[in-house]
């Protein structure tokens, strides 16, 4: 996920904790979480099934639970698609000890475990919007073991 705007409201944050840059270049981590933690078309989505994000393991579990109604959308699939990845890193970083944002080079928002690995996961949401598969609340639990 490429967002240039980024770039100019970096440079107007100092560093923080919680999200590094390939580059390595002091960021706005903490701003940066925010911004990746919106998810607002999924969010909306959520809602109107009567489940609450909260940020929580549990919340990942209530939405592998929703009907997939998106599916019938093809202009809305991806966009689900992308804010469920970064929904899904949103809740491995506030509660997976040492997890952490990761933008590689080309702006393409990743997570990073503790022991390095780095998971892209706009593409696990994509592919669980797509086919429901893999699961998000299942996904969690393999990083959250690492």
Known sequence: MNIPFLDGWRKR???AHGVALADGADRDPEGLAELLSECELLRDQAQSAGVALDDTPASLEALDQLQPRWRDDPELLPWLGNDAGL???????????GAGWWIWPNGQPVVRLANGREIDVVEAGQAWAADGAPELSQLYAELAEN
């Open 13 to 15: 944050h100092g560093p």
């Open 87 to 97: 929904y899904l890193g949103t809740v491995v970083v506030r509660t997976v000890p």
